[in-house]
């Protein structure tokens, strides 16, 4: 059952937020990271930077994609709520 204004999240992120804890299996953030390379590379990134804007920090078992889209300059440039993400990670 779905709660009303609830975002649908993602199938890529969704992992992260279904995930254990901080110590999440490496193996998770590498098919999180297969999946948004694929996306960008085939332009979706208006679903990318939805799921970015819409998902609160304290909902992800790990921070780590923001340090998977870090390493990536072309994530930076195309995605509007990278800098909001990368801030609300930090904070």
């Given at each position: 059952m779905e709660i009303a204004n609830q975002p649908i999240f993602p199938d890529w992120l969704k992992q992260l937020i279904e995930s254990d804890g901080p110590d999440i299996h490496r193996s998770v953030l590498v098919s999180v990271l297969e999946s948004i390379t694929a996306k960008a590379n085939d332009g979706a990134w208006?679903?990318?930077d939805t799921a970015l804007k819409n998902v609160l920090v304290s909902d992800l078992s790990s921070t780590a994609l923001m340090t998977l889209l870090r390493g990536t300059f072309r994530f930076?440039?195309?995605?509007e709520a990278w800098n909001g993400f990368r801030d609300a990670v930090a904070a």
């Amino acid at each position: 059952m779905e709660i009303a204004n609830q975002p649908i999240f993602p199938d890529w992120l969704k992992q992260l937020i279904e995930s254990d804890g901080p110590d999440i299996h490496r193996s998770v953030l590498v098919s999180v990271l297969e999946s948004i390379t694929a996306k960008a590379n085939d332009g979706a990134w208006e679903e990318i930077d939805t799921a970015l804007k819409n998902v609160l920090v304290s909902d992800l078992s790990s921070t780590a994609l923001m340090t998977l889209l870090r390493g990536t300059f072309r994530f930076q440039v195309k995605l509007e709520a990278w800098n909001g993400f990368r801030d609300a990670v930090a904070a």
